[in-house]
């Protein structure tokens, strides 16, 4: 039985639709957690319209409870009902047809070969840019990104996956755990990626598996380099949970080597980028001293 959970945030009522119309021939159950806040919360009836061929059950948390509690709700309620296998979507990602079924065949193909997976996932088109996500290693001397083969049968190791279209086994969740709340959002997915390869589980990416999906919260040509950017608040915790997981044995030395050239894009690039500068900049300071001590879960003001 496959789950399906999509975690909701001020969602577009059409977006939302058009992913649950894309689910409804793949997947046995639906269920919507809805991080919206009480007073900006959209009727029941306005997202969804219409009935569906398969279960769906929607749960308004009234308030941004963050991505990884929303997760776990959602993955608690799949696994009362019976799930072997949950599947994560964000509001904003439109799988193909056949994508899960891909998923399904290759996380099959890939554990009767005795390899041992934490999760399979799709390759990533980027909704505004027609871009394709490449696959991410962390080495001793940085990022590596590795270009997907579309026309390749054969799934790609990632150390770890975007959690939009991440396919888990009930199982793998039994064996690596839930996702960390307190991170609130950002990092999420490469912390239970990188937790779950301590453990000796992998993560693939399936070049037969397609998901348009959109990433950032804008883009910005920068030199030869095409950026994506994101809000302040964003950035915060970007900065704030990396700093952290610093400390964290599971996210491996090579993780932690990859971010530190990272911290002046952080640090210098984005505010400089951003219309309030100095604004921006203290919240990263503020983010750096909240990393460093320990200071997790959500930030009301920033």
Not at 10 to 22: E, G
Not at 116 to 126: L, N, R, T
Not at 180 to 196: P, Q, S
Not at 237 to 245: E, F, H, T
């Amino acid at each position: 039985m496959i789950a399906a959970i999509i975690v909701l945030y001020k969602p577009d009522c059409k977006s939302v639709q058009r992913l649950i119309r894309s689910l409804e021939s793949q997947v046995d159950s639906i269920h919507v957690i809805d991080n919206t806040s009480g007073v900006e919360l959209v009727p029941q009836e306005q997202l969804f319209p219409f009935s569906i061929a398969v279960p769906l059950h929607y749960k308004s948390l009234r308030e941004n409870a963050g991505i990884a509690a929303a997760q776990n709700i959602g993955i608690r309620e799949a696994l009362e009902v019976g799930a072997s296998h949950i599947i994560l979507f964000d509001q904003d990602s439109v799988p193909a047809s056949d994508t899960i079924q891909a998923l399904l065949l290759a996380e099959n193909t890939l554990v009767n070969n005795g390899l041992s997976v934490a999760a399979v996932g799709p390759v990533f088109i980027d909704e505004r840019t027609g871009g394709i996500s490449p696959v991410v290693h962390y080495t001793y001397f940085g990022l590596k990104t590795i270009p997907v083969d579309l026309s390749s049968p054969v799934p790609v190791e990632a150390h770890f996956l975007i959690s939009s279209g991440c396919l888990i086994r009930s199982t793998v969740l039994a064996t690596v755990g839930s996702m960390r709340e307190d991170l609130f959002i950002d990092w999420v997915d490469n912390e239970w990626g990188l937790r779950a390869r301590s453990m000796g589980l992998l993560s693939y990416v399936v070049p037969q598996a397609r998901m348009v999906h959109s990433i950032g919260d804008g883009v910005v040509n920068l030199l030869w380099k095409q950026m994506h950017l994101h809000t302040e608040t964003r950035n915060y915790y970007l900065l704030r949970n990396a700093i952290y997981l610093m400390r964290v044995s599971s996210m491996g030395i090579r993780w932690k080597l990859s971010f530190l050239p990272r911290l002046p894009l952080y640090l210098a690039i984005y505010p400089l980028l951003a219309k309030n500068k100095l604004r921006h900049f203290a919240t990263l300071f503020r983010a750096v001293c909240d990393g460093f001590s320990g200071r997790l879960g959500s930030v009301s003001r920033l």
